[in-house]
Antibody
Framework: EVQLVQSGGGLVQPGGSLRLSCAVSGFTVGNNFMNWVRQAPGKGLEWVSLLYSGGYTNYAESVRGRFIISRDSSKNTLYLQMNSLRPEDTAVYYC??????????WGQGARVTVSS | DIVMTQTPLSSPVTLGQPASISCSSSQSLVHSDGNTYLSWLQQRPGQPPRLLIY???NRFSGVPDRFSGSGAGTDFTLKISRVEAEDVGVYYC?????????FGQGTKLEIK
């Protein structure tokens, strides 16, 4: 059974850092196309970052230079390192496994609040 | 970036009646590989999004057959043949043709 279990959300001050984790089972994170998508309170969905199996990464312009997507194949876990956080980064962050050009399997979400 | 536009943004429906949501893209979603990566997601209150339909019309595993997708190029439709209470939530169209995915604004389906 495919599962994505997220951890690492919380409250952080502007300018601070946070790392989100997404532990997967039922498939190998290193062999799959993985993404992060976020949802600000009461808003729609916004794509944040991707990681291809070959190692290529890309980011939304709003987070480029501040966020880093990575994986640890030995732990079968995906990460999102978030630095220089801003209030507008406040959102629920979802990790997901991309299949057929879309988000096939989603984590339960991790709430990130950036506030002083 | 490709802009995805959904209509309507809110859809009150009577139980057992059909519902339809439209989605248009600012440019063609036909990929160079010949596929059209248009999908539909459902987000029930308090839950993460769930994939319903991928590549225009393919139902994902476990999705009831009352959900169907159609369209081509830049115009797409999600139809629910007979709305059930569990269908309440927000529906998003999404394009995966470009590397940077983009989503529609969401359509809130509610029961009259």
């Amino acid at each position: 059974e495919v599962q994505l279990v997220q951890s690492g959300g919380g409250l952080v001050q502007p300018g601070g850092s946070l790392r989100l984790s997404c532990a997967v089972s039922g498939f190998t994170v290193g062999n799959n196309f993985m993404n992060w998508v976020r949802q600000a309170p009461g808003k729609g969905l916004e794509w944040v970052s991707l990681l291809y199996s070959g190692g290529y990464t890309n980011y939304a312009e709003s987070v480029r230079g501040r966020f880093i997507i990575s994986r640890d194949s030995s732990k079968n876990t995906l990460y999102l390192q978030m630095n220089s956080l801003r209030p507008e980064d406040t959102a629920v962050y979802y990790c997901l496994r991309g299949i057929n050009g879309t988000g096939g399997y989603w984590g339960q979400g991790a709430r990130v609040t950036v506030s002083s | 970036d490709i802009v995805m536009t959904q209509t309507p943004l809110s859809s009150p429906v009577t139980l057992g009646q059909p519902a339809s949501i439209s989605c248009s893209s600012s440019q063609s979603l036909v990929h160079s590989d010949g596929n059209t990566y248009l999908s539909w997601l459902q987000q029930r209150p308090g839950q993460p999004p769930r994939l319903l339909i991928y590549k225009i019309s393919n139902r994902f595993s476990g999705v009831p057959d009352r959900f169907s997708g159609s369209g081509a190029g830049t115009d797409f439709t999600l139809k629910i043949s007979r709305v059930e209470a569990e269908d309440v939530g927000v529906y998003y169209c999404m394009q995966g043709t470009q590397m940077k995915w983009t989503f529609g604004q969401g359509t809130k389906l509610e029961i009259k």
